[in-house]
């Protein structure tokens, strides 16, 4: 969670929680003070996450705000900038018109040079490039093309995590 500053009074949004793998790190980021609002399409994920992490971490931070949006991003609610945005949405399997959407709405959250973190499974654009009809082969090297551009743009970094599994490209993007 490297992307999350070590500040007072910080902000974050999570875009996609799942069943809280990210969630749990960024709990353990946050301090007295903090706002954190995950946003999750998911009702079961996000019963899931509600109970067993937020219930528990509320009970023992009760000067921590942590609020669960059911909803798409576009509908959530929120207000405001993010000192961080996590986002474990599946962008390489969104079509490309979608993806390019969901960044705008993302770093339209972001607070002027903070980042958006977001991972991806490491090998799954080469095996649709491969396996691929040729209508994916031609979507995933768009994709991939869009993908460096805005890495490029935002000033990206990279880290492989080997350890996950499947293993991942956390990708970092810094907000304009």
């Known amino acids: 969670m ?6 007072a009074n910080k902000r974050v949004l999570e875009v ?9 790190e960024i709990l353990k980021k946050l301090q007295d003070g903090d706002a954190f609002h995950i946003v999750e399409l998911s009702a079961d994920f996000c019963e899931t996450v509600e109970v067993n992490l937020l219930q528990p971490f509320r009970k023992d931070n009760p000067n921590i705000e942590v609020e669960v949006h059911n909803a798409p991003i576009e509908e959530a609610n929120l207000e405001g900038k993010y000192d961080a945005v996590i986002c474990g949405l599946p962008f390489n399997n969104f079509p490309l018109d979608l993806v390019n959407h969901l960044f705008a709405v993302l770093f339209g959250f972001l ?6 973190a977001y991972f991806e499974y490491l090998g799954m654009l080469k095996l649709k490039r491969v396996f691929g009809f040729p209508s994916v082969r031609r979507e995933t090297k768009q994709r991939r093309n869009d993908i460096n551009a805005r890495f490029e743009k935002q000033s990206g970094t990279q880290q492989t995590v080997w350890i996950n599994i499947p293993s991942c490209r956390v990708v970092r993007l810094k907000g304009c």
């Open 2 to 7: 490297q992307s999350i500053p070590e500040k």
């Open 16 to 24: 996609g929680c799942g069943t809280g793998a990210f969630t749990k």
């Open 111 to 116: 607070k002027e040079g903070c980042e958006l």
